[in-house]
C-alpha cells in the first residue's frame, strides 16, 4: 500500500510537458528505493534512541550506586544508635512504673534518643523507595535488551551501563551486610518489625543489583557485532 502511494504521487508529480513519461518498471524501482531509503532511516533513528536510552540509563544505575551508599551510612548510624539504646535498657523491662522500665526515670532506655524510632521508619521507607527504583531500572533494561541488536553504536553505551551496573552491585552487597547487622541490633532494642523491615529491605536491593549487573553483562555480548 506504501508503494502504491508513493507511485501516485510520483505519477502526479511529472508534468504533462516533462518529455516521455518514465515506465511503470523505473517508477516503481523508484518507489522501491525511496521505500528502502526511508525504512532505513527510521531504523537508524531507533538505533540512535537506543543508544541514548541505555546511556540514560547507566546514569540512573549510577545515582542508584550513590543511594545505596547513603542507605549504608544511614543503616550504620541507625544500628550505633540502636546498639547504645539496647544497652541502656535492662534484659527483662519491669511493668509501666518500674523504674527498671526503658524510659521511667532511673532508666531512660531509647527515650535517651527520642528521634531513633522516626528516623528508623523514614530509613524503611526509603529502602522501598531504594528497591522500587531499582525495580524501574530493571523494567528498562529488559526493554532495552528487546530492542538492542547487534549494533556499533550500542556497544558503548551498554558497556557503560556494565561498569555502572558492576558499581551498584558491589556497593548493595555492603548495604546488605550492613542491613544484616542492623537487624540485630535493632531488635536488641526493641525494633523488631523495623529490624525485619530494613534487612529485607537491604537485601531486595542486593538481589535487585545483582539481576541488572547480570542483565548488563549479557546486553553487552548481545549488541557486541
Known amino acids: 500500500m506504501t508503494q502504491l502511494f508513493a507511485l501516485a504521487a510520483l505519477l502526479a508529480a511529472v508534468p504533462a510537458s516533462a518529455g516521455p513519461v518514465p515506465s511503470f518498471e523505473n517508477l516503481l524501482q523508484s518507489v522501491r528505493l525511496n521505500v528502502l531509503e526511508a525504512r532505513k532511516e527510521q531504523v537508524s533513528a531507533k538505533d540512535a534512541r537506543t543508544a541514548q536510552d541505555l546511556q540514560r540509563l547507566a546514569r540512573d544505575v549510577e545515582r542508584l550506586t550513590w543511594d545505596a551508599r547513603r542507605l549504608r551510612d544511614r543503616i550504620s548510624d541507625v544500628r550505633r544508635r540502636a546498639s547504645r539504646a539496647a544497652t541502656a535498657q535492662p534484659p527483662f523491662p519491669g511493668r509501666p512504673g518500674d523504674p527498671r522500665r526503658p524510659g521511667n526515670p532511673g532508666n531512660p532506655g531509647r527515650d535517651s534518643d527520642p528521634f531513633l524510632r522516626q528516623d528508623v521508619q523514614r530509613l524503611v521507607w526509603d529502602l522501598k523507595d531504594f528497591t522500587r527504583t531499582g525495580d524501574d531500572a530493571q523494567r528498562e533494561l529488559d526493554r532495552l535488551t528487546r530492542e538492542a541488536g547487534k549494533d556499533p553504536q550500542?556497544?558503548?553505551?551498554?558497556?557503560?551501563?556494565?561498569?555502572?551496573?558492576?558499581?551498584?552491585?558491589?556497593?548493595?552487597?555492603?548495604?546488605?551486610?550492613?542491613?544484616?547487622?542492623?537487624?540485630?541490633?535493632?531488635?536488641?532494642?526493641?525494633?523488631?518489625?523495623?529490624?525485619?523491615?530494613?534487612?529485607?529491605?537491604?537485601?531486595?536491593?542486593?538481589?535487585?543489583?545483582?539481576?541488572?549487573?547480570?542483565?548488563?553483562?549479557?546486553?553487552?555480548?548481545?549488541v557486541r557485532p
Open 154 to 222: 550500542h556497544v558503548d553505551p551498554a558497556q557503560q551501563l556494565e561498569r555502572a551496573a558492576r558499581d551498584f552491585d558491589n556497593e548493595a552487597r555492603w548495604l546488605e551486610s550492613e542491613g544484616r547487622w542492623a537487624g540485630m541490633d535493632l531488635r536488641r532494642a526493641g525494633f523488631n518489625f523495623e529490624a525485619w523491615d530494613v534487612e529485607r529491605g537491604a537485601s531486595d536491593g542486593a538481589r535487585r543489583a545483582g539481576d541488572l549487573a547480570r542483565g548488563a553483562r549479557a546486553l553487552v555480548e548481545q
